[in-house]
């Protein structure tokens, strides 16, 4: 079984900072590892994966996450964010075999403050 | 088409009622993925296709739940004698390969 935490359920930061979303999951198999961002009314983006090789992965709008396997870890950063990021981000696993469902995190609000 | 396209965005029902919605993958994709979101909560898996085969419905709630893709391409959630607790979004995610879903925008699904 796998299970997905997220340890903060909101994070205020003001616009250019930097910021960090902490992400830690349970497997007892191999996993495949991805952040998605969700604005309000809408379906889930994908913003980066990990699936195997390098484990700093870089995403689309500027984010990036590190898979720390001995922390079992996949924090999202972006050293600068702006008033546009502000939304629901969420951590998600799934196996790497089988139906590679997913098992997601609680979810992570974003709130960027001019 | 370009996207996963999911019908209708919202639907309100009174409790009893039955409903069916529906989910257009992107063309080709072959893995389609059903998911349920409440109010506040991360999407909880529900069912899965490969093409026209359901390979795990492990996470349908119930036995009022009942989804299909009978040629391997548009899919139907359908919820019979919906409840309250029915209330969510519901969301549907292709794939041609492990490697990231692609999600519709969901459908809300309010019962009343």
């Known amino acids: 079984a796998q299970s997905v935490t997220q340890l903060d359920s909101q994070v205020p930061v003001f616009e250019e900072a930097p910021v960090e979303l902490r992400c830690n999951y349970s497997?007892?198999?191999?996993?495949?590892l991805f952040w998605y961002v969700q604005y309000p009314n809408q379906g889930l983006q994908l913003l980066l994966k990990y699936l195997s090789g390098s484990t700093l992965v870089k995403g689309i709008n500027g984010f990036e996450a590190e898979f720390n396997k001995s922390q079992t870890s996949f924090h999202l950063r972006k050293p600068s964010v702006h008033i546009s990021d502000t939304a629901e981000y969420f951590c998600a696993v799934s196996s790497t075999s089988g139906t590679y469902k997913y098992i997601f995190g609680t979810g992570t609000r974003l709130k960027v403050l001019a | 088409g370009a996207g996963v396209s999911q019908s209708p965005r919202y639907k309100v029902a009174k409790r009893g009622q039955d409903v069916a919605l529906r989910c257009d993958p992107i063309s080709g994709h072959v893995s389609l993925f059903w998911y349920q979101q409440a109010l506040g909560q991360g999407p909880e898996f529900l069912t899965y296709f490969q093409n026209e085969a359901q390979l795990d419905k492990s996470g349908l709630p119930s036995d009022r739940f009942f989804a299909e893709r009978p040629e391997g391409s548009v899919s139907t959630l359908k919820i019979q004698r919906t409840q309250q607790e029915d209330s969510a979004v519901y969301l549907c995610a292709s794939s041609l390969a492990a490697g990231g879903y692609t999600f519709g925008s969901g459908t809300r699904l309010t019962v009343v």
């Open positions: 497997s007892s198999v191999s996993v495949y």
